[in-house]
């Protein structure tokens, strides 16, 4: 049951890469009425063959990384290198919840009277809306955990690239999971994912993109006393201090701000940098930024491909209106594709819009601060509270300062933000709960107590 089509077009080529149908309401219900029928037998597969379907899945896709990665070029416009890691992260978080079922431990809690157990149950059905920016591993870790603790899984890839999604949903069949319990419904927000937030039967929505269409789905979330996991949006600031490397913290920066054309909930778009080594610093900075490769994304020394949009170019553009403070830029190739060069401006006010707004492009901002009560005071000045960056020698420094910024994921003297190992997610209005590392099964599972008279 599809209502429309969507002409997906390749970022870099302008050619037509494919047509994919879109999902109706009523097509979104019934696919709900089948995850629905599915879940019990799901949820009573014994959890070492629930496992092995999972490593299953983590083998084919492993098998199929290339592929994976090759379509997500086409669709996404995202460098080749990155494709494959966006595939092998896939693999890797399918691998690490696999282990997941044999181990949903509950708790035998000392009570009077008799015996005290807890389980931990699976919810039901569980919807997850996937943006276009990291099509697959966002998917991905809404999935492995939700399919490991025995939920059956709707996934609405986002509108503009659901095509690894598609695939994915393939291999997961050719695995052996239940055609039910995990299905891809590409269609748009406003219909399918709104039907996730809207339906009974649905008992958890798993949301990431902005923070403005989040907080419509929290809302409607309400309504039904249905959680929700949101990762929205950041705007993270990468602290350099005048002790640090500041010859490897520079080099870095483009790095930190530029991957996936900034397209990245993570990215550090906002380099502050202690005014004793402020100029120093925008000499070391400059020569990484026109230096970092912009190329056809195909190529395996492309650093960056281009935007996902015409329309997304046009609002990027925006920021850089007549007159606009920039410092320095790269350079992107001619011709076809919404190309954006990496740029760095020098805004005269923290209250420009450069610096508050998330950009969502390769743009940075670079402000100067005086010491660490200002430097942490800078980086709290935001709504958003996803990462962010410090670069000190000072161990005791790295700390306080880690400590002291209002962000769910921070790296010391690196860039590192999404390790599967580990929670991700944001304070403030960059999110709600975590996603990633050993608890992320608490957020698809209800516990339940239950005692047992002598
Ligand atoms: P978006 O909010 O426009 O769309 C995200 C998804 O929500 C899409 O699948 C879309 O179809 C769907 N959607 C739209 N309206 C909906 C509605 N009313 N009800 C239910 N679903 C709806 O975001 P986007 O432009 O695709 O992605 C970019 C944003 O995502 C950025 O703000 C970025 O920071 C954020 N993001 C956050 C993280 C994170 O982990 N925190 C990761 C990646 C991206």
Not at 308 to 322: D, N, T
Not at 357 to 384: H, K, Q, T, W
């Given at each position: 049951m599809t209502t429309a089509t969507v002409d997906l077009i390749n970022p870099a080529t302008e050619e037509l890469v494919g047509t994919v149908q879109l999902t109706s309401a009523e097509g979104t219900d019934a696919a709900v009425a089948r995850a629905h029928a599915a879940f019990p037998s799901w949820r009573d597969v014994a959890p070492g063959d629930r496992a092995r379907l999972l490593r299953?899945?983590?083998?084919?896709?492993?098998?199929?990384?290339?592929p994976l990665a090759e379509l997500e070029v086409r669709n996404s416009g995202h460098t080749v290198g990155n494709a494959r890691w966006e595939a092998g992260n896939v693999r890797d978080v399918l691998e690490y919840y696999a282990a997941a079922p044999e181990r949903l431990f509950g708790r035998q809690i000392p009570v009077p009277g008799g015996v005290n157990l807890t389980f931990k149950e699976p919810l039901g059905v569980v919807g997850v809306i996937a943006p276009w920016n990291f099509p697959m591993p966002i998917a991905g870790w809404g999935f492995a955990p939700a399919l490991a603790a025995g939920n059956t899984v709707l996934l609405k890839p986002a509108e503009l690239t659901p095509l690894t999604a598609l695939r994915l949903g393939e291999l997961a069949r050719e695995a052996g999971i239940p055609e039910d319990v995990f299905q891809v419904l590409p269609g748009k927000g406003t219909v399918v994912g709104q039907r996730f937030v809207e339906h009974p039967l649905v008992r958890k929505v798993v949301f990431t993109g902005s923070t403005e269409v989040g907080r419509t789905v929290l809302a409607g979330c309400a309504a039904q006393v249905k959680?929700?996991?949101?990762?929205?949006?950041?705007?993270?600031?990468n602290i350099v201090f005048a002790d640090a490397d500041l010859a490897t913290?520079?080099?870095?920066?483009?790095d930190g701000a530029f991957d996936n054309a900034g397209q990245d909930c993570c990215a550090r778009s906002r380099i502050l940098v202690q005014r004793t080594v402020f100029d120093r610093f925008l000499e070391l900075l400059e020569p990484a930024v026109t230096g970092f490769r912009v190329q056809d994304p195909t190529l395996s020394s492309a650093q960056m491909g281009p935007l996902i949009s015409a329309a997304h170019r046009e609002k990027v553009a925006?920021?850089?209106?007549?007159?606009?403070?920039?410092?320095?830029?790269?350079?992107?190739?001619?011709?076809a594709g919404w190309w954006f060069p990496p740029t760095v401006l020098l805004p005269s006010s923290p209250t420009d819009r450069a610096v508050v707004e998330e950009i969502f492009g390769p743009v940075l901002?670079?402000?100067?601060?005086?010491?660490?009560a200002d430097a942490v005071r800078l980086a709290n000045d935001s709504d958003y509270g996803l990462s962010g960056s410090i670069w000190t020698q000072n161990l005791g420094r790295a700390l306080r300062v880690a400590r002291a910024v209002q962000s769910g994921n921070l790296s010391v003297n690196s860039h590192s933000s999404v390790r599967y190992w580990t929670p991700f997610g944001g304070y403030k209005q960059s999110g709600l709960g975590r996603e990633l590392g050993p608890d992320a099964l608490d957020a698809f599972t209800e516990v339940k107590n239950v005692f047992i008279a002598h």
């Amino acid at each position: 049951m599809t209502t429309a089509t969507v002409d997906l077009i390749n970022p870099a080529t302008e050619e037509l890469v494919g047509t994919v149908q879109l999902t109706s309401a009523e097509g979104t219900d019934a696919a709900v009425a089948r995850a629905h029928a599915a879940f019990p037998s799901w949820r009573d597969v014994a959890p070492g063959d629930r496992a092995r379907l999972l490593r299953r899945f983590a083998d084919l896709v492993d098998r199929d990384i290339e592929p994976l990665a090759e379509l997500e070029v086409r669709n996404s416009g995202h460098t080749v290198g990155n494709a494959r890691w966006e595939a092998g992260n896939v693999r890797d978080v399918l691998e690490y919840y696999a282990a997941a079922p044999e181990r949903l431990f509950g708790r035998q809690i000392p009570v009077p009277g008799g015996v005290n157990l807890t389980f931990k149950e699976p919810l039901g059905v569980v919807g997850v809306i996937a943006p276009w920016n990291f099509p697959m591993p966002i998917a991905g870790w809404g999935f492995a955990p939700a399919l490991a603790a025995g939920n059956t899984v709707l996934l609405k890839p986002a509108e503009l690239t659901p095509l690894t999604a598609l695939r994915l949903g393939e291999l997961a069949r050719e695995a052996g999971i239940p055609e039910d319990v995990f299905q891809v419904l590409p269609g748009k927000g406003t219909v399918v994912g709104q039907r996730f937030v809207e339906h009974p039967l649905v008992r958890k929505v798993v949301f990431t993109g902005s923070t403005e269409v989040g907080r419509t789905v929290l809302a409607g979330c309400a309504a039904q006393v249905k959680p929700a996991t949101l990762e929205l949006g950041g705007k993270s600031a990468n602290i350099v201090f005048a002790d640090a490397d500041l010859a490897t913290a520079a080099a870095t920066a483009p790095d930190g701000a530029f991957d996936n054309a900034g397209q990245d909930c993570c990215a550090r778009s906002r380099i502050l940098v202690q005014r004793t080594v402020f100029d120093r610093f925008l000499e070391l900075l400059e020569p990484a930024v026109t230096g970092f490769r912009v190329q056809d994304p195909t190529l395996s020394s492309a650093q960056m491909g281009p935007l996902i949009s015409a329309a997304h170019r046009e609002k990027v553009a925006s920021y850089l209106p007549e007159g606009a403070p920039v410092a320095f830029r790269g350079s992107t190739p001619e011709g076809a594709g919404w190309w954006f060069p990496p740029t760095v401006l020098l805004p005269s006010s923290p209250t420009d819009r450069a610096v508050v707004e998330e950009i969502f492009g390769p743009v940075l901002v670079v402000l100067p601060f005086e010491d660490e009560a200002d430097a942490v005071r800078l980086a709290n000045d935001s709504d958003y509270g996803l990462s962010g960056s410090i670069w000190t020698q000072n161990l005791g420094r790295a700390l306080r300062v880690a400590r002291a910024v209002q962000s769910g994921n921070l790296s010391v003297n690196s860039h590192s933000s999404v390790r599967y190992w580990t929670p991700f997610g944001g304070y403030k209005q960059s999110g709600l709960g975590r996603e990633l590392g050993p608890d992320a099964l608490d957020a698809f599972t209800e516990v339940k107590n239950v005692f047992i008279a002598h």
